[in-house]
């Protein structure tokens, strides 16, 4: 408890160097902040630069008890240290109330006798049960459907920067100053338009928001996994969220793209083409989160100390490799497991893996702005980085899985206008929107101004400020003043200048109308869609006409349809228009659009093609056994991929052991299944393998499930591997195209890897080369039905 005695202080200058003596500090800390305490002498406030990063300056939210008071320096355990005091456990308690009663019985209400009414003083009754009825909160307005993460960002130890000596020269942003720091982040992954209980697999941008609890306060980077967006001006943005959620009437349909009120909206649209193109493209499909790419969107400011700027496109890149799921995959994964890939980034590190994202910029100076033919400020654009690489800063790593659902992933809230120093705007109208819109947002969702003081919010940066009281208020704000100026609180809390870590606005000269308009700039519509579609490959550009096949066929209206096609498409290239057109009932256009650019320009960065890692970790991989499998085949298949770090899961047609004596050698015991057919699928894992044994082959030749998991496997892209008597089972699939072996020989083909040899070494090594490829574009799986 404090007084609010003004009269005894006396001011002392704070030390700026970060060495002031930290008793002083940790027992004062917010007191004097809020601007009284008892014999206190006069500190100026402990948040100069040197002295916030520690235990002491951030004990200044204690109020709550969330404060890092571990005296140390923000390290990538500071987040989980403040976390851990908010953490309940019921191990060895007793059941309470909520005020800390302990309750005899919670199984029956208190009644009149046992058959009789309930009785109203039941207070333990009423309690659990007000609780419950109110326990849901609205979910997000768009990216309702998510999943989170911590981790910590760690900047690369003197990161080669075309142009840049030092990091410093570029950014004054405390995140990327020490290699020796770790800032602590919370990451989460979502999917736009789905309901929160929406199936995880469908066609849609995914959400890729990242926390980081620095020293200088909570910066958000709030992005997604594909680099533009649909509209140039947040003014749309409603517009846009309203054709695309299920239609008005009906409700209908949940999580998809695929009916007419959105296909009217894009097809009037001619800006939306670009982004268009992405949501077709398999990026829209990822494999898993940890397998995405990630993008700020916007063009961002990058401020150094001397108050420069320049301009930056922030990139993640993941170390597994941007992939993707197919689309007939998609379907049936969101019917077998809705949660895949909220599934996936839990097993993954609960697994003890650490998904990892490296952390670029492309940089461009003020002066070279006006050098592209496109408008850094128009969010529908990249800058190709064929003309600007991506240079990098550091890297992401995610290594703890959330304690509580609720507390964290659910309340977590982001807000693109959380910046630091050294991290600014940009006049990009649709970030100017989204400024607003996400503070507005967080007051539906948490009906109050107080979210930003839930744990997970809660910066470790010290927070001082009059911004008071409110529905569920968590600290005791001391002292009489909680306003400015003030003499009571003798002026605290205190503004910072730049050099205290204040932020300050990058001072952009600006002269103009006061308008309702867009710029001239923002009009090259289809130059950069072409750019994309030059950019896939063949299978690629061949996924994005099916998937207008699908999107455009679930459309009723055929004046909408032509439109995308005529409109849209035929402004991209014509071919592709025509191949749309031919899939969906449009008269298909005799000429290219009048629009239609015709350069060939092509950036190979753009296609996942060329995104495959060399890695194998993480891949999820089927051994499909039955009883007489060659159980020491099983062994050395399972040991030598996890060795690479994949996770290998035993198929079979019922749980239980499975004997593993069918090798030559009758040896090799038990084989435990992982998995039945009844749980699982070849959609719910990365490869197949079929070991030999003969009893296993001759059971598997009679199991339709079996024959479904490796044609489906095949039919997918997906690696299938087999040894020995395994062998069979594929010749006996008659997948078409494909090479087998024969006696005594080892043969790859269209990323089907067969053996019957003796040489299992050079097998799996094949194995491990058919995994790292991921898919195997080069089938035509089109005659196998599964
Ligand atoms: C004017 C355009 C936009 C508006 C008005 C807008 C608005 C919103 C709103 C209201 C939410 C829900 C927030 C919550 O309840 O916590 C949200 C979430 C989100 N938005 Fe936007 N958005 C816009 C554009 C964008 C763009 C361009 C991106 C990507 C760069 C983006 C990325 C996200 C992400 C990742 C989330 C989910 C955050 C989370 O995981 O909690 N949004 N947006």
């Not at 839990?346 to 990892?356: F, K, N, S, T």
């Not at 492309?362 to 006006?370: K, P, R, S, Y």
Request: contains cysteine; negative net charge; charged residues 30%.
């Amino acid at each position: 408890m404090t007084t609010d005695n003004d009269d005894e202080r006396e001011r002392t200058e704070p030390d700026r160097t970060g060495t002031e003596d930290e008793s002083t500090i940790e027992a004062d800390g917010r007191s004097d902040g809020a601007g009284g305490t008892d014999e206190t002498t006069e500190t100026e406030p402990a948040d100069s630069r040197g002295t916030r990063a520690d235990g002491s300056g951030s004990d200044g939210n204690s109020g709550t008890g969330t404060s890092d008071d571990h005296g140390d320096e923000i390290d990538d355990e500071s987040k989980r240290r403040q976390l851990d005091d908010v953490r309940e456990s019921p191990d060895g308690e007793f059941l309470t109330s909520d005020h800390g009663v302990r309750i005899s019985e919670t199984d029956n209400s208190l009644k009149a006798g046992q058959r009789g009414p309930t009785i109203m003083e039941d207070f333990h009754f009423r309690e659990k049960m007000t609780q419950f009825d109110h326990e849901s909160i609205p979910e997000r307005v768009v990216h309702a459907r998510g999943t989170g993460a911590h981790g910590y960002f760690q900047p690369y130890e003197d990161p080669d920067l075309e142009g840049y000596d030092d990091v410093s020269e570029l950014t004054k942003a405390t995140p990327f100053q020490d290699p020796e720091q770790k800032t602590p982040v919370f990451v989460r992954f979502s999917t736009v338009v789905g309901s929160r209980g929406s199936a995880d697999t469908v066609r849609d941008v995914r959400g890729f928001a990242t926390k980081f609890y620095t020293e200088d306060g909570n910066w958000d980077l709030v992005g997604n996994n594909i680099p533009i967006f649909f509209i140039q001006d947040a003014m749309e943005f409603p517009d846009l969220v309203h054709a695309i959620k299920p239609e008005p009437d009906d409700g209908i349909p949940q999580a998809s793209a695929a009916h007419d009120t959105f296909w009217d909206f894009a097809s009037l649209k001619p800006e939306i083409t670009h982004m268009i193109m992405w949501i077709l493209s398999g990026r829209a499909l990822p494999r898993a989160y940890r397998m995405m790419q990630g993008f700020g969107v916007h063009t961002f400011r990058l401020v150094d100390e001397e108050g420069d700027s320049r301009f930056v496109k922030f990139h993640w890149t993941p170390k597994y490799g941007t992939n993707q799921l197919v689309w007939d995959e998609t379907q049936k994964i969101a019917g077998k497991n809705p949660d895949f890939n909220r599934q996936d980034l839990y097993d993954v590190i609960e697994a003890g893996h650490e998904p990892e994202w490296e952390l670029g910029v492309q940089i461009v100076e003020t002066d070279d702005a006006d050098r592209f033919e496109f408008d850094l400020l128009d969010p529908t654009k990249i800058i190709p980085e064929t003309e600007v690489p991506v240079q990098p800063l550091g890297r992401m790593v995610l290594n703890e899985t959330p304690d509580n659902f609720f507390a964290e992933t659910e309340q977590v809230a982001f807000h693109p206008g959380n910046v630091i120093p050294g991290i600014d705007f940009t006049n990009d109208p649709l970030l100017q929107g989204r400024l607003f819109s996400y503070q507005d947002t967080q007051l539906n969702r948490f009906n109050s101004a107080n979210w930003d003081e839930i744990p997970i919010n809660r910066p470790l940066a010290p927070r001082h400020n009059n911004q008071r009281a409110g529905f569920m208020r968590q600290e005791i704000n001391a002292g009489t003043a909680s306003y400015k100026p003030n003499s009571i609180g003798d002026e605290y809390p205190e503004e910072a200048s730049a050099e205290d870590g204040g932020y300050e606005h990058y001072a952009e000269k600006i002269d103009g109308r006061k308008i309702r308009d867009r710029s001239e700039s923002f009009e090259t519509h289809f130059d950069q869609a072409r750019l994309f579609w030059n950019s896939m490959s063949e299978p690629e550009q061949q996924n994005i006409v099916d998937a207008a096949h699908f999107e455009l066929g679930k459309v009723d209206r055929m004046e909408i349809r032509e439109r995308m096609v005529y409109d849209l498409f035929n402004n991209v290239d014509h071919d592709f228009a025509v191949r749309v057109a031919e899939g969906i009932g449009v008269e298909p256009p005799e000429s290219p659009g009048e629009e239609m650019p015709t350069h060939d320009d092509a950036d190979p960065s753009l296609s996942m093609a060329n995104r495959t890692p060399e890695t194998i970790e993480t891949r999820k991989i089927a051994v499909l056994v039955d009883d007489g499998v060659d159980g020491d085949q099983v062994s050395e298949i399972r040991s030598t991929l996890e060795d690479e770090g994949a996770r290998v899961e035993i198929v079979s047609e019922t749980l239980g052991e499975k004997d593993g004596t069918g090798g030559d050698d009758a040896e090799g015991g038990e084989i435990e299944a992982d998995k039945s057919h009844v749980t699982t699928g070849s959609i719910l894992f990365d490869a197949v393998v079929v070991p030999g044994g003969e009893g296993s082959v001759d059971a598997l030749l009679e199991q339709g499930d079996a024959k479904q998991f490796v044609s489906e496997a095949f039919k997918h892209y997906k690696p299938i591997a087999a040894l020995g008597r395994g062998t069979e089972l594929l010749s006996a699939l008659d997948l078409p195209d494909v090479e087998t072996a024969a006696d005594g020989e080892l043969v790859t083909d269209s990323g089907v890897v067969t053996c019957r040899s003796e040489e299992t070494s050079a097998f799996l090594e094949a194995v491990i080369d058919s995994i790292a490829a991921h898919r195997h574009w080069d089938r035509e799986p089109s005659e196998v039905s599964a």
